[in-house]
C-alpha cells in the first residue's frame, strides 16, 4: 500500500488556492525573506518564548556548578579546613595593594596564599574536576533538546500549525537527533583539521619546500572543505524538523538541497554573515554605550529566530512542506505598543492569581540576602565596595541601556530557566540575593548604599521578585507536563502566558533603569 505524505498534499492544495496551480512555485530570496518576517510578526508569543528558553540555557546548565561548590563547601567544614583557613585569615591584612605597582601585588598575594593552603586538597580538586565536566556536558545536553524546539516551533509555524505545541514535540522527540549532529559537525572538523596537520607535517619531514607548498594547498582545501560542512550542516536542522528524519536522513537532505538551490543556499549564507558581521559590529559600538547586553539578547531573540525561519522556508519551499503566509497588515509601532499593554495586563493578572508563588521568591530571595550578609562577616573591614567609587565616571545614558539589557536577561534567564524542574529558577534569586547580601555588609558607606538603591528598586526588586515566582510556576508547570497530568496544549498555553508577563516585567525593569541611571546616582549626594 502506498503511503501519502499529508504535508505535501496540504502544500500542493495550498498552492491552488494562492497561485491556481498545483505545479511547484518556488519562492526567490525575496519572497522567503518577506515570508519568514511575516511568520515572526504573526503572533510571536508563539516561537519566541523558545528562544527565550535558549537564554536560560546557562542557568541552567550550572547547576552542576552550585552543586559541586555545595559538596566543596560541606567537604570543608566536615575535614575543618574551612577553620583553619578562617584562623590564618584573620591574622592577615587583607586589604589588597594598589594594582599600579607590581611588586606589592605579588607581596601580598605570597603573603595570603599560604593561608588558603589548607583549602587546596586532592578531594576538593577532584570534586570540582567532575562536576565542571558535568556541568559542560549537562550544557551540550541541554543546547541540543532547546535547539530541538526553536526548530520544531519554527516547523510548525512554517506549516501554519501552532509553533510550542510543536516546539514541546520536538523536544521530546528530536533533541538526540540534534545532539548527533552537533557532534557529528565537531567530529568532522576535529577530522578535517588532523588530515591538513598530519599532510603538513609530514611533507615537511621530507623537505620544507614540499612542506610549504602542502601547507598552502591543505590550507585552501581545508577552509573549502570546512565551509562546505558548515554550510551542510546550516540546513540539517532545517531538514531534521522538515523531513522528520534522523542524523544521516538530515546531511543527505541538506546536502541535496544545496545542490538543487545553490543560489538559495549561497544567498542564506551571505545573509546569515551579514547579519552576525552586524551583530558583531553593533555589540562593538554599542559596548562603549553600556549597549552590551541589549545586543546580545536582540540576537538571541530576534536575529536567532529570523534565520532560522529564512533558512527553514527556504529547505521548506523546496520540499514543498511550507504553506502560504499572508503578510501582516497592522503596523509594527501598533503591534508594539498592544504588546507593552498585553504584557502589562497579563503581568499584573499574574501576580494576582500567584501570591503564594511570589511568598516563595520573596522567602529564597530575603533568606539567601541573610546568609550573604552573615557569610562576608569575616571579611568586614578587611575587603570593602563602595557605592560612591562605582559611580565615578557614571554617564546616564549609558548605565540606563546597561542596566537595563542585563536586569532584563537576568529575569528572563530565570522565568525560563524555571521550565527545568523549578530548580534553575530557585538557585538564581538564591544567586541575586547571597549577592546583594554580601555587597551590601562590605559596603563602607551603607547609609549611601541604601539611598542609591530606594528609588529604583521600588521598581526593579518586584520585578525581579515576579522573573522567580514565573520561574516557579513554569517549573510546576512542567513537571506536570513531564509527568503526563498536563497536555501539550495546556504547557504551550503556560510559555505563551510567560512570554507576556515577562514584556510586562521588561516595562517595569525600563522604568527602573531610567530611574537609575538618571536619578539614583545623584539626587541623595547634596544631603549626604
Known amino acids: 500500500m502506498r503511503c501519502f505524505d499529508t504535508r505535501r498534499v496540504n502544500a500542493r492544495i495550498a498552492r491552488v488556492f494562492k497561485y491556481g496551480t498545483a505545479e511547484p512555485v518556488r519562492m526567490d530570496l525575496s519572497s522567503a525573506v518577506s515570508a519568514a518576517a511575516s511568520t515572526l510578526r504573526r503572533r510571536p508569543a508563539d516561537l519566541l518564548p523558545f528562544y527565550l528558553l535558549g537564554t536560560a540555557v546557562p542557568v541552567i546548565a550550572r547547576m552542576g556548578l552550585f552543586v559541586a561548590l555545595a559538596g566543596t563547601y560541606l567537604h570543608y567544614e566536615l575535614t575543618g579546613q574551612l577553620d583553619d583557613a578562617r584562623r590564618a585569615l584573620t591574622e592577615l591584612d587583607l586589604t589588597p595593594p594598589d594594582t599600579q605597582d607590581p611588586e606589592a601585588v605579588q607581596a601580598w598575594v605570597e603573603t595570603v596564599a599560604p593561608a588558603l593552603e589548607p583549602l587546596a586538597s586532592p578531594t576538593a580538586v577532584l570534586l570540582l574536576t567532575v562536576v565542571t565536566a558535568a556541568t559542560l556536558l549537562l550544557a551540550l545536553l541541554t ?184 503578510p501582516v497588515d497592522a503596523r509594527l509601532r501598533d503591534q508594539f505598543v498592544g504588546g507593552i499593554r498585553r504584557g502589562w495586563r497579563e503581568m499584573t493578572g499574574f501576580v494576582r492569581r500567584t501570591p503564594g508563588l511570589h511568598a516563595i521568591a520573596i522567602l529564597v530571595g530575603v533568606g539567601f540576602g541573610v546568609i550573604g550578609w552573615l557569610a562576608v562577616d569575616p571579611l568586614v573591614g578587611a575587603v570593602t565596595t563602595s557605592i560612591e567609587s562605582r559611580l565615578i565616571g557614571h554617564l546616564p545614558p549609558t548605565a540606563a541601556l546597561n542596566f537595563f539589557g542585563n536586569n532584563w536577561s537576568v529575569a528572563i534567564a530565570t522565568s525560563f530557566g524555571g521550565v527545568a524542574f523549578v530548580i534553575p529558577a530557585l538557585s538564581s534569586i538564591a544567586f541575586n540575593g547571597l549577592a546583594l547580601g554580601a555587597t551590601a555588609a562590605l559596603e563602607e558607606n551603607l547609609v549611601a548604599l541604601l539611598a542609591f538603591v530606594a528609588p529604583h528598586g521600588i521598581l526593579e526588586i518586584p520585578a525581579l521578585f515576579i522573573s522567580g515566582a514565573l520561574g516557579i510556576h513554569l517549573g510546576i508547570v512542567s513537571w506536570r507536563a513531564f509527568r503526563g497530568r498536563l497536555s501539550r496544549e495546556a504547557f504551550a498555553d503556560a510559555l505563551e502566558n510567560a512570554f507576556w508577563v515577562l514584556m510586562g516585567v521588561g516595562v517595569l525593569i525600563a522604568v527602573a533603569a531610567c530611574i537609575e541611571g538618571f536619578v539614583s546616582p545623584y539626587y541623595w549626594q547634596p544631603f549626604l
Open 143 to 326: 543546547y541540543a533538546a532547546v535547539s530541538a524546539g526553536q526548530m520544531s516551533a519554527v516547523a510548525g509555524r512554517v506549516r501554519g500549525r501552532r509553533g510550542l505545541t510543536a516546539g514541546i514535540a520536538g523536544v521530546r522527540g528530536r533533541w538526540l537527533t540534534f545532539l548527533g549532529l552537533y557532534v557529528t559537525e565537531v567530529l568532522l572538523w576535529v577530522g578535517v583539521s588532523l588530515l591538513g596537520g598530519l599532510a603538513i607535517g609530514g611533507a615537511f619531514l621530507v623537505n620544507p619546500f614540499l612542506g610549504a607548498a602542502v601547507a598552502l594547498v591543505a590550507l585552501l582545501v581545508g577552509l573549502t572543505v570546512l565551509l562546505l560542512v558548515r554550510a551542510v550542516f546550516a540546513f540539517a536542522p532545517a531538514a531534521v524538523v522538515v523531513d522528520e528524519t534522523g542524523v544521516v536522513g538530515a546531511v543527505e537532505g541538506a546536502g541535496g538541497f544545496i545542490r538543487s538551490n545553490p543560489v538559495d543556499a549561497l544567498a542564506y549564507v551571505v545573509v546569515a554573515v551579514g547579519v552576525l558581521v552586524a551583530i558583531s559590529s553593533a555589540a562593538s559600538a554599542l559596548a562603549f554605550l553600556g549597549g552590551g547586553a541589549v545586543v546580545a539578547l536582540a540576537s538571541a531573540v530576534v536575529a536567532a529566530p529570523a534565520l532560522d525561519l529564512l533558512k527553514t522556508v527556504l529547505y521548506g519551499d523546496h520540499r514543498d512542506a511550507v504553506a502560504p503566509v499572508e
